[in-house]
T-cell receptor, first 116, second 112 residues
Framework: KAGVTQTPRYLIKTRGQQVTLSCSPI?????VSWYQQTPGQGLQFLFEYFSETQRNKGNFPGRFSGRQFSNSRSEMNVSTLELGDSALYLC???????????????FGPGTRLLVL | KQEVTQIPAALSVPEGENLVLNCSFTDSAIYNLQWFRQDPGKGLTSLLL?????REQTSGRLNASLDKSSGRSTLYIAASQPGDSATYLC???????????FGTGTQLKVEL
């Protein structure tokens, strides 16, 4: 069974540009969450999607957005990139939207974004 | 606002030693707590999940305990091996939904 896949694995962008990252969840999983990991702030929750609807949103500016498609694949977009957006972006999938206390999330390998 | 802290931030031990990693959280109203492992530049691997009603979970050489009332969890690693070298993260789930609040991590190095 294939795990969570993220593309691209590495990206280099310049300030002011925009970027789109993609996440394909494990087959049968309908919930996708996104996290940002930086050395200074650690792992921070960005947002969660289930059945094409955003269920939860973290404390990030509106430049960060996402969506989910009918096949559960998800994309996140960052517009007007800033140097501080350089980070490892991780997505995680689970079967359901966290309504059971033993629900485990499975993480992808991440996309490393460098903003110059 | 939930805050999760892990101590120590870094730990270096000789192979074979038993060790304990600590995780504390400020809001005891959690759904569950998970321990993850992260290898350099990689994603996270779930090690153990403890439900809010449980006291501990075991998997192989790993044992995690949870004391919800005091806001603490520990991860015990028995007979450590060089392959255990990684960053260990704990994360709490506050309720419905899949949002996790992560701790600051403990970077473990097991030396030969």
């Amino acid at each position: 069974k294939a795990g969570v896949t993220q593309t691209p694995r590495y990206l280099i962008k310049t300030r002011g540009q925009q970027v789109t990252l993609s996440c394909s969840p494990i087959s049968g999983h309908r919930s996708v969450s996104w996290y940002q990991q930086t050395p200074g702030q650690g792992l921070q929750f960005l947002f969660e999607y289930f059945s094409e609807t955003q269920r939860n949103k973290g404390n990030f500016p509106g430049r960060f957005s996402g969506r989910q498609f009918s096949n559960s694949r998800s994309e996140m977009n960052v517009s007007t990139l800033e140097l501080g957006d350089s980070a490892l972006y991780l997505c995680a999938s689970s079967r359901n939207p966290g309504q059971t206390i033993q629900e485990t999330q499975y993480f992808g390998p991440g996309t490393r974004l460098l903003v110059l | 606002k939930q805050e999760v802290t892990q101590i120590p931030a870094a730990l270096s031990v000789p192979e074979g030693e038993n060790l304990v990693l600590n995780c504390s959280f400020t809001d005891s109203a959690i759904y569950n707590l998970q321990w993850f492992r992260q290898d350099p530049g990689k994603g996270l691997t779930s090690l153990l999940l403890i439900q809010s009603s449980q006291r501990e979970q075991t998997s192989g050489r790993l044992n995690a305990s949870l004391d919800k009332s005091s806001g603490r969890s520990t991860l015990y690693i028995a007979a450590s091996q060089p392959g255990d070298s990684a960053t260990y993260l704990c994360a709490v789930k506050p309720g419905g939904g899949n949002k996790l609040t992560f701790g600051t991590g403990t970077q473990l190095k097991v030396e030969l």
